[in-house]
């Protein structure tokens, strides 16, 4: 694969808004999740709410896109400086030459779900004012994005579950190697909603506690919500500190709609074609940020795939701890959380693990540590067997 460089990144959650606020939570092993207190929701779990989305207002030449999903996005993107460099990045290319790839899972389902409320009561229609395009549609985002930056260049939206925002990793480097873009906005975005926390407690997949990954008494998910982003450039001549995308692997196990496959065959060809794609081995890897959403199938089965690839040689963690799962936005926060731990020389810990599970055989990091990092892995998967994992680097 053709490395591109991460020119900018930047993530907001529950920890807070921006690689600041991010970095601190890590340094401290300390994770922001609070019991769930959102909208009308009445559920005995915990999740990791950001602070401020509501009071968010989008500018007027995009007021149409209003909703929680977007508002958070707006976020994220005035976060670290991140939106100049995009503006840079289209008046250095063009506006057609910048590319846009999110990754949203439920997108601004909230906005319907309020909307429903306000059905007609003979009809059951929806509210006049209900624009389901801008908003609930997945695209929504996307073209969100595009339109705030008054850009004209391609852009997708992924949704492909928790695999969604790693995704677009692969997806735009692809468009850059054939030379149909310049560079890419890339990332995620997921935001609470009704749907999603009732939808996976429905699945007995959330946890009554804050959620601890790798436990041996986990017992699952907290729910999350974020924004990450990431400008991806060609890394003709990427100057030394730069971090660098340097593999992308993809797979599709269909082992089941909501398990992964037990054995963890899914992930483990993913991280495979990963490491291929980066022309690294196993042994290159310093740190991986594993998808860890502590549910007990879940852990075990990537575990074993992780442990079958890697032994127990390379320290791991999931940082979930911290953010809880933020669904389809997970992929980008953890790969922003690698391109840290190659900038900053970290290991994150995971807040909420206490006594790691003995049947699974990794070098667990509970608590983060200084080391040497100069090649991340990520691992991102969702419901029906899509897998994602990313190799990053950094340029010496």
């Known amino acids: 694969m053709t490395p591109v460089q991460l020119t900018a990144f930047t993530a907001t959650t529950c920890l807070g808004q921006g690689l600041a606020a991010t970095r601190a939570a890590l340094r401290e092993d300390r994770g922001a999740l609070a019991p769930c207190a959102f909208e009308s929701v009445k559920l005995d779990t915990w999740i990791g709410e950001v602070p401020g989305v509501d009071?968010?207002?989008l500018p007027?030449?995009?007021?149409?896109?209003?909703?929680?999903?977007?508002?958070?996005?707006?976020m994220g993107l005035e976060a670290d400086g991140f939106a100049d460099k995009v503006r840079e990045a289209a008046a250095r290319y063009g506006k057609a030459r910048v590319g846009v790839f999110l990754g949203t899972s439920t997108s601004g389902i909230l906005q319907t779900e309020l909307a429903y409320r306000q059905r007609d009561a003979d009809t059951g229609a929806l509210p006049e004012d209900f624009n389901y395009r801008a908003t609930h549609n997945a695209f929504s985002v996307a073209e969100f994005t595009r339109d705030y930056f008054g850009l004209e260049g391609m852009a997708m939206a992924i949704s492909t579950?928790?695999?969604?925002?790693a995704k677009v990793f692969a997806a735009a480097q692809r468009q850059l190697a054939l030379g149909t873009i310049d560079a890419a906005i890339v990332g995620g975005v997921d935001t609470l909603c009704l749907t999603t926390l009732y939808g996976f407690a429905s699945l007995g997949l959330t946890s009554a506690q804050p959620c601890h990954p790798y436990d041996a008494a986990r017992d699952g998910i907290s729910i999350g919500e974020a924004a990450a982003f990431a400008l991806l450039e060609r890394a003709d001549a990427p100057a030394p500190g730069t971090v660098l995308l340097l593999g992308a692997g993809e797979s599709s196990d269909a082992?089941?709609?909501?398990?992964?496959?037990?054995?963890?065959?899914?992930?483990?060809?993913?991280?495979?074609?990963?490491?291929?794609?980066a022309g690294l081995k196993a042994d290159d890897i310093d740190y991986i940020n594993l998808h860890g959403t502590a549910t007990?199938?879940?852990?075990a089965a990537e575990g074993?795939?992780?442990?079958?690839?890697?032994?127990?040689?390379?320290?791991?963690?999931?940082?979930?701890g911290a953010t809880g799962h933020t669904l389809g936005a997970a992929g980008a926060v953890e790969a922003v959380v690698c391109a840290l731990a190659l900038t900053d020389g970290f290991l994150?810990?995971?807040?909420?693990?206490?006594?790691?599970?003995?049947?699974?055989?990794?070098?667990?990091v509970t608590q983060g540590r200084s080391a040497t990092v100069r090649h991340a892995l990520t691992n991102s998967f969702g419901f029906g067997g899509s897998n994602c994992a990313l190799v990053f680097g950094i340029a010496s």
């Open 55 to 57: 009071e968010q207002v």
């Open 60 to 74: 007027e030449h995009v007021a149409a896109y209003d909703c929680r999903n977007n508002r958070l996005a707006l």
């Open 161 to 165: 579950a928790c695999s969604s925002s």
């Open 255 to 277: 082992y089941h709609m909501s398990s992964p496959h037990p054995e963890g065959l899914g992930a483990e060809l993913a991280m495979s074609a990963a490491l291929r794609a």
């Open 296 to 299: 007990p199938a879940n852990d």
């Open 304 to 320: 074993m795939a992780v442990a079958r690839l890697f032994g127990d040689r390379v320290p791991c963690s999931s940082t979930k």
């Open 348 to 364: 994150p810990g995971s807040p909420g693990t206490a006594t790691l599970d003995p049947s699974i055989p990794l070098q667990y």
